[in-house]
């Protein structure tokens, strides 16, 4: 269970608070204005940002003294998620070992996963070489092949249209049920939200609220989502 | 720890040999020699800033305006000087306008007086040899940085060449005209090996020309702290206001590419097509000139060529390497979090010169052991520190792109330590590091500086040995030792520039 234990962040003149937990496995979707906080919070999360006050947990423990590649979560930026000049087998192999020393059997898992997001055979191939869908894809293998239980997204698919992108929703759906990750996702969607989440964190003036049923939000919505939806 | 570490080194190495001077000068009071030194180290890096700085701008607008084949290739070849060695540049240069060069014959044919490279002129002559093609690169960027739409706008409403010049140009040069003619007159303050060569006598010394003099020569250590100390204030002082001459020129974004604009004809044609040739011919003849005097004896080489060129590959090898890694790990830290006194401790060295650095490192080192005996040791060293705020400030931006792009990618996979260094910053930054290894390497290879102070009669290095060939009037064996000089410099530039491009696959 990830906690967020009375945190407060703070960039600048930027404030956001937030007070919530979130279930193993649950699906989670943050929604809310640009410039609300989304990504500070998934980045705070993630580690890049320390808290001002409060405590991250998971199960328990506090996070602050790991490092952002010790934590129990993968993480998917908007952009730059793969290394353009490591092959995707290295690429993915970074998931397996930060050394990019493979075992037999680590390099076998690294084909298996690259079979299963549709990648079999382009191992040896660089990003560059790759569409957009194929780039998120092996990001997602690796986050596959990481296997940590929390998966938190910023807006990885944003780019890619909606039948790309509606299409990484049902991979990313597998990878978190293959590993049992609880996924915290960012979408400026509401699609995305009700097509994928269980839950909704809506975050808006310098709050982010703590999970709601994703149909009941969107049913009944409170007044800072129904002016972000415009309804 | 280890970039702080680095810059406290750097900061020690410079500032101490600047206390190591103050300590060792024994008067205050220059002499009327030195005073001498002083007025014509200036006047000549005045002469050859303005000089430079004057054929600079009618070359880099003709280069500008004017389309003709080889055009790519002669921009490109304005950017080897910089490595060039200087000694193999002023051997040229002594050929050609020397006393039995092709000028002179051509004067007396003509019943003239000959003239003398050697002194203000011949000083003044082979600094602009270096520094034109640096202005003219430099300044060609200006011109290419005014958005092309600007100049459409003008052609569009008829403006003449003087009024485009007036409106679009003039803005431009006056913004970076300051900063380069300051940059040329820093350059030429430091330009030893020139002075060396062809200056010299109480007429045309410079003041690290009487630093040389007076260690070497007259074994006065005072007098020569006290003119280092003298060359480094002067340094000192024109570097702080160089930092402050910086200014971008302001002409609002332009989003076109290069567009061949129409050029005016007539005179102003012929006028550019004359002064292109000038030029080429120029900076052609004297380098052809030392292939041609030195070819015949590449095959009778004197013997102390290849060792002079492997205590010469030695030293530039290993100042290559040190520079690029201080250079490398400074920029890696500046990226990760700036710090003014890191960034400060990799420009300091600007304010610094070879015989400056040479002369507080050979008081330093006098006391313990015999000069000589670590004068490859210093030489590296001192060329290290010297090129390090040029690589520094190549690796800078692309240590901070690199970081920017994917810093939180590498932390959030855990990629650390000799990982981190393997698999991520070293085939990112391959090009930078292979150009900037291959920069350093050449530099060093030519440099002609501190090596004069510390060598002893056997220990020369490559320039040194030409210098001393040239010195005893060997001119075909020393045109011979410049050809393998030159052919060594540009195959080291070319080897690490090529290791890196291999590297740098994305």
Same mark, same amino acid.
């Given at each position: 269970?990830?906690?967020?234990?009375?945190?407060?962040?703070?960039?600048?003149?930027?404030?956001?608070?937030?007070?919530?937990?979130?279930?193993?496995?649950?699906?989670?979707?943050?929604?809310?204005?640009?410039?609300?906080?989304?990504?500070?919070?998934?980045?705070?999360?993630?580690?890049?940002?320390?808290?001002?006050?409060?405590?991250?947990?998971?199960?328990?423990?506090?996070?602050?003294?790991?490092?952002?590649?010790?934590?129990?979560?993968?993480?998917?930026?908007?952009?730059?998620?793969?290394?353009?000049?490591?092959?995707?087998?290295?690429?993915?192999?970074?998931?397996?070992?930060?050394?990019?020393?493979?075992?037999?059997?680590?390099?076998?898992?690294?084909?298996?996963?690259?079979?299963?997001?549709?990648?079999?055979?382009?191992?040896?191939?660089?990003?560059?070489?790759?569409?957009?869908?194929?780039?998120?894809?092996? #990001?997602?293998?690796?986050?596959?092949?990481?296997?940590?239980?929390?998966?938190?997204?910023?807006?990885?698919?944003?780019?890619?249209?909606?039948?790309?992108?509606?299409?990484?929703?049902?991979?990313?759906?597998?990878?978190?049920?293959?590993?049992? #990750?609880?996924?915290?996702?960012?979408?400026?969607?509401?699609?995305?939200?009700?097509?994928?989440?269980?839950?909704?964190?809506?975050?808006?003036?310098?709050?982010?609220?703590?999970?709601?049923?994703?149909?009941?939000?969107?049913?009944?919505?409170?007044?800072?989502?129904?002016?972000?939806?415009?309804? | 720890?280890?970039?702080?570490?680095?810059?406290?080194?750097?900061?020690?190495?410079?500032?101490?040999?600047?206390?190591?001077?103050?300590?060792?000068?024994?008067?205050?009071?220059?002499?009327?020699?030195?005073?001498?030194?002083?007025?014509?180290?200036?006047?000549?890096?005045?002469?050859?800033?303005?000089?430079?700085?004057?054929?600079?701008?009618? $070359?880099?607008?003709?280069?500008?305006?004017?389309?003709?084949?080889?055009?790519?290739?002669?921009?490109?070849?304005?950017?080897?000087?910089?490595?060039?060695?200087?000694?193999?540049?002023?051997?040229?240069?002594?050929?050609?306008?020397?006393?039995?060069?092709?000028?002179?014959?051509?004067?007396?044919?003509?019943?003239?007086?000959?003239?003398?490279?050697?002194?203000?002129?011949?000083?003044?002559?082979?600094?602009?040899?270096?520094?034109?093609?640096?202005?003219?690169?430099?300044?060609?960027?200006?011109?290419?940085?005014?958005?092309?739409?600007?100049?459409?706008?003008?052609?569009?409403?008829?403006?003449?060449?003087?009024?485009?010049?007036?409106?679009?140009?003039?803005?431009?040069?006056?913004?970076?005209?300051?900063?380069?003619?300051?940059?040329?007159?820093?350059?030429?303050?430091?330009?030893?090996?020139?002075?060396?060569?062809?200056?010299?006598?109480?007429?045309?010394?410079?003041?690290?020309?009487?630093?040389?003099?007076?260690?070497?020569?007259?074994?006065?250590?005072?007098?020569?702290?006290?003119?280092?100390?003298?060359?480094?204030?002067?340094?000192?002082?024109?570097?702080?206001?160089?930092?402050?001459?910086?200014?971008?020129?302001?002409?609002?974004?332009?989003?076109?590419?290069?567009?061949?604009?129409?050029?005016?004809?007539?005179?102003?044609?012929?006028?550019?097509?004359?002064?292109?040739?000038?030029?080429?011919?120029?900076?052609?003849?004297?380098?052809?000139?030392?292939?041609?005097?030195?070819?015949?004896?590449?095959?009778?080489?004197?013997?102390?060529?290849?060792?002079?060129?492997?205590?010469?590959?030695?030293?530039?090898?290993?100042?290559?390497?040190?520079?690029?890694?201080?250079?490398?790990?400074?920029?890696?830290?500046?990226?990760?979090?700036?710090?003014?006194?890191?960034?400060?401790?990799?420009?300091?060295?600007?304010?610094?010169?070879?015989?400056?650095?040479?002369?507080?490192?050979?008081?330093?080192?006098?006391?313990?052991?015999?000069?000589?005996?670590?004068?490859?040791?210093?030489?590296?060293?001192?060329?290290?520190?010297?090129?390090?705020?040029?690589?520094?400030?190549?690796?800078?931006?692309?240590?901070?792109?690199?970081?920017?792009?994917?810093?939180?990618?590498?932390?959030?996979?855990?990629?650390?330590?000799?990982?981190?260094?393997?698999?991520?910053?070293?085939?990112?930054?391959?090009?930078?590091?292979?150009?900037?290894?291959?920069?350093?390497?050449?530099?060093?290879?030519?440099?002609?500086?501190?090596?004069?102070?510390?060598?002893?009669?056997?220990?020369?290095?490559?320039?040194?040995?030409?210098?001393?060939?040239?010195?005893?009037?060997?001119?075909?064996?020393?045109?011979?030792?410049?050809?393998?000089?030159?052919?060594?410099?540009?195959? $080291?530039?070319?080897?690490?520039?090529?290791?890196?491009?291999?590297?740098?696959?994305?």
């Amino acid at each position: 269970m990830l906690t967020l234990e009375a945190l407060h962040l703070s960039q600048g003149s930027f404030d956001l608070r937030a007070d919530w937990s979130v279930q193993a496995g649950a699906r989670v979707a943050v929604i809310g204005p640009s410039g609300a906080g989304k990504s500070t919070l998934l980045m705070a999360i993630a580690g890049f940002l320390p808290p001002a006050r409060g405590r991250i947990l998971w199960q328990g423990r506090d996070l602050a003294a790991l490092a952002v590649g010790d934590r129990p979560m993968s993480v998917l930026f908007q952009d730059q998620n793969l290394f353009p000049h490591l092959t995707i087998a290295q690429n993915l192999g970074l998931g397996l070992s930060p050394q990019l020393r493979l075992t037999p059997a680590q390099r076998d898992a690294v084909e298996a996963a690259l079979q299963r997001v549709g990648l079999a055979g382009m191992g040896a191939r660089k990003p560059a070489q790759l569409s957009g869908g194929q780039q998120g894809r092996a #990001a997602l293998a690796r986050a596959l092949l990481r296997a940590r239980p929390l998966l938190v997204l910023d807006e990885p698919f944003a780019a890619l249209g909606p039948a790309l992108k509606s299409e990484m929703l049902d991979l990313l759906d597998e990878v978190a049920s293959a590993t049992g #990750a609880a996924v915290l996702m960012v979408t400026h969607d509401p699609a995305d939200a009700q097509r994928f989440a269980g839950q909704t964190v809506l975050v808006a003036e310098g709050v982010a609220q703590p999970p709601c049923e994703t149909a009941a939000l969107f049913a009944n919505p409170p007044p800072a989502l129904a002016a972000y939806l415009g309804t | 720890m280890l970039p702080k570490a680095l810059g406290l080194g750097i900061a020690a190495l410079i500032l101490g040999s600047a206390a190591m001077l103050g300590l060792r000068a024994e008067s205050w009071a220059l002499r009327p020699a030195d005073w001498a030194a002083v007025r014509f180290t200036l006047l000549q890096a005045a002469l050859s800033a303005v000089l430079s700085l004057g054929l600079a701008v009618p $070359l880099a607008r003709a280069l500008f305006r004017r389309r003709f084949v080889g055009r790519g290739a002669l921009i490109r070849l304005l950017a080897a000087p910089f490595v060039l060695p200087v000694v193999v540049a002023v051997l040229g240069i002594v050929t050609v306008f020397g006393r039995a060069g092709p000028i002179n014959a051509v004067l007396e044919t003509f019943h003239l007086p000959a003239v003398s490279i050697f002194g203000l002129q011949g000083v003044v002559l082979a600094n602009v040899f270096f520094n034109l093609p640096l202005a003219t690169r430099m300044l060609l960027h200006g011109w290419q940085a005014i958005p092309v739409e600007r100049f459409r706008l003008a052609a569009s409403l008829g403006m003449p060449p003087s009024a485009q010049l007036r409106h679009l140009e003039l803005p431009m040069l006056r913004a970076q005209a300051p900063a380069i003619a300051l940059v040329i007159f820093l350059i030429c303050l430091a330009s030893f090996a020139i002075a060396l060569t062809l200056g010299g006598g109480p007429r045309a010394s410079t003041i690290e020309l009487a630093i040389y003099q007076a260690l070497r020569f007259e074994f006065d250590l005072g007098r020569a702290a006290l003119l280092a100390l003298v060359q480094l204030l002067i340094c000192a002082a024109g570097t702080l206001l160089a930092s402050r001459l910086t200014l971008p020129p302001s002409f609002g974004a332009g989003l076109g590419r290069s567009l061949d604009l129409p050029a005016p004809h007539g005179w102003r044609r012929r006028g550019d097509a004359l002064l292109i040739l000038m030029v080429v011919l120029f900076l052609a003849l004297p380098l052809l000139a030392v292939a041609a005097k030195g070819l015949p004896g590449l095959l009778a080489l004197p013997s102390g060529v290849w060792p002079a060129a492997l205590r010469s590959v030695s030293v530039a090898l290993a100042s290559a390497l040190l520079v690029v890694l201080a250079a490398l790990v400074l920029a890696l830290a500046q990226a990760r979090r700036a710090s003014g006194w890191l960034e400060l401790a990799a420009m300091l060295p600007l304010a610094a010169s070879s015989l400056v650095l040479g002369t507080g490192l050979f008081l330093m080192l006098r006391p313990f052991v015999a000069p000589q005996a670590l004068a490859l040791p210093v030489t590296m060293l001192v060329n290290a520190t010297l090129t390090l705020p040029y690589l520094y400030r190549l690796l800078l931006p692309e240590a901070r792109a690199l970081h920017s792009d994917y810093d939180r990618l590498a932390s959030s996979l855990g990629l650390r330590g000799m990982a981190r260094l393997r698999y991520l910053t070293l085939p990112r930054l391959a090009r930078p590091l292979g150009y900037g290894a291959g920069l350093a390497a050449a530099l060093s290879m030519g440099d002609l500086g501190v090596i004069a102070l510390f060598a002893g009669n056997s220990g020369a290095t490559l320039p040194l040995f030409v210098q001393q060939l040239m010195g005893a009037y060997r001119m075909d064996q020393a045109a011979a030792a410049a050809l393998v000089l030159v052919g060594i410099s540009y195959a $080291l530039f070319w080897v690490f520039d090529r290791i890196g491009h291999h590297y740098a696959d994305t």
